[in-house]
């Protein structure tokens, strides 16, 4: 048996005429879903980091995830995230032949472009949404300078 894969860009990637085009998710969500004796899985989750001016903001999609089950913490300029996605026994027990909800521990970390205002930082866990509003401190807020001289 001979097999012939086709060349030239045009071929790769998303589009019409691109056979291999979910390619790469099939390897992602295959060796994603691999389970490893080294701890939590680390990108079981979307989330979505933002600066602004005075705050940093994080919101990430958690649906099935318990407020309860959620830990947040920052040390130095990381934010870390961790947590359980919600899966009982009997729910992988009653799974069969194709198993693809969520469960076990999770965790990611995020590097901050600067230093937190640790006592300010709050959050929220609706519907499935975490949002999380991170201060930043105010040594690391742009202050104005006034110039002096004359002229």
Not at 27 to 35: A, G, I, R, T, V
């Amino acid at each position: 048996m001979r097999l012939s894969i086709p060349s030239g860009p045009s071929t790769f990637g998303i589009g019409p005429g691109r056979p291999y085009a979910d390619l790469n998710s099939v390897f992602h969500s295959f060796f994603n879903d691999l389970s490893t004796p080294r701890g939590p899985r680390q990108a079981d989750f979307r989330a979505n980091l933002s600066v602004q001016d005075d705050a940093f903001l994080l919101k990430a999609e958690l649906p099935g995830v318990k407020r309860e089950a959620i830990e947040l913490s920052v040390l130095d300029d990381v934010l870390t995230l961790s947590g359980s996605f919600g899966s009982t026994e009997s729910d992988e027990a009653e799974c069969g032949s194709t198993c693809e909800l969520r469960s076990g521990p999770f965790r990611r970390e995020f590097r901050l472009a600067g230093p937190v205002d640790v006592a300010a930082v709050s959050a929220t866990h609706v519907d499935g949404i975490l949002n999380v509003r991170l201060p930043k401190a105010a040594s690391a807020m742009a202050q104005r300078i006034e110039v002096q001289g004359e002229g």
